[in-house]
């Protein structure tokens, strides 16, 4: 297991790479001084996002290995095929992965999705259009929602 830490415009990011792979990526409160490897996965990894940051990317070319439960995988999966600049409710995730009444075992599966930003969980709102729950906090699920639509604060 190789790990990355490296600052973003919301604040840092540890990314986590195994088997050439991205398996983690998540906020962190500090710069873990100790995630410094600089594998080429967890480099594009930080090249990538800065692109996002900057608004020259939409979409993320990063091989990823997603462990959870067969329904959670299919959750996080269809969060890929959420386009940028785009979002889908709870509901529509359920009715997608052909579970209409799962909304919130889809909530579950989102709030654990073990790679923030690159599989867009911050895409997913309420039923009204609504802010929800996010593990990086709401403040930072408006922020990546704004930088995909162009807006400033």
Known sequence: MKKRCFKSPLGYLLAVEEDGALTALDFVQAEDQDARDLSPVLLLTEKQLGEYFAGLREKFEVPLQLKGSD????????????PYGQTRTYGQIAAQIGQPKASRAVGQANNRNPIAIIVPCHRVVGADGALTGYGGGLARKEALLMIERNLEK
Do not use: E, R, T, Y
Request: aromatic letters at 16%.
């Open 71 to 82: 329904f959670q995988k299919k959750v996080w999966a269809s969060l890929l095929d959420i």
